[in-house]
């Protein structure tokens, strides 16, 4: 049950992300000049958009130092998953781990 909870959060952390920055990307391109002075346009958007910096280096952290823990293969995927947003990586990581955390268990047990 917790991985289809994942896997669900994992399609919205893709899918409502990617809602608000493609029309960005059609109408201005890639214009990082642009992207960064609409993220901190103003108080509110500076602190979702400090928000989201800090908790993708607490990401980076977690998945370094968790995915090796746990001695789990191509981490550079979840930090790939980036480019989308920690909304996508995060809940990724998760089910991965979980799958992982399942399958040591099972493991154990034989």
Do not use: H
Not at 94 to 99: A, D, N, T, V, Y
């Amino acid at each position: 049950m917790l991985q289809i909870a994942y896997l669900v959060l994992c399609i919205l952390g893709t899918a409502l992300p990617c809602s608000q920055f493609l029309p960005f990307l059609l109408e201005k391109g890639l214009n990082i000049n642009a992207f960064f002075g609409q993220l901190f346009a103003n108080q509110i958007s500076g602190f979702f958009g400090m928000d989201v910096i800090v908790s993708a280096v607490v990401f980076l952290f977690f998945v370094f130092s968790e995915g090796s823990r746990l001695r789990m293969k191509n981490l550079w995927i979840y930090i790939a998953s980036l480019l989308v947003g920690v909304s996508l990586g995060l809940p990724l990581f998760l089910l991965m781990r979980q799958r992982k955390l399942e399958e040591t268990a099972l493991n154990n047990q034989q």
